[in-house]
Nanobody, 125 residues
């Protein structure tokens, strides 16, 4: 199976930027679609963004569209989430996830088989 480790979280002010990274190891990363999800206290885990195995297609939640950019580098077995113009409502634990598919992505947690441990992002107003 593929193992995922997130990094790059932290405490920032509203309007700042952060770049999250997801390091993959184990199986061939390019065989997996990748997604980012987040979970705020007392809320369900929600979809943020997803990217196909090739990186050619990306998908975003409406709440982050235009502010966040998902990308991947299969040669380095890494995925990234560039987050700009952060808002207090972006505060959550952010998780990267991998889906063993070269044909589709998913916007639901159930669509992903492998998860990282999460990284905290806190945006102060």
């Amino acid at each position: 199976q593929v193992r995922l480790v997130e990094s790059g979280g932290g405490l920032v002010q509203a309007g700042d930027s952060l770049r999250l990274s997801c390091a993959a190891s184990g199986r061939t990363f390019s065989n997996y679609a990748m997604g980012w999800f987040r979970q705020a206290p007392g809320k369900e885990r929600e979809f943020v963004a997803a990217i196909t195995w090739s990186g050619l297609s990306t998908y975003y939640a409406d709440s982050v569209k235009g502010r966040f950019t998902i990308s991947r580098d299969n040669a380095k077995n890494t995925g990234n989430l560039q987050m700009n113009s952060l808002k207090p409502e972006d505060t959550a634990v952010y998780y990267c996830a991998a889906r063993p598919s070269r044909t589709s992505v998913s916007s639901t947690p159930e669509g992903y088989a492998h998860w990282g441990q999460g990284t905290q992002v806190t945006v102060s107003s």
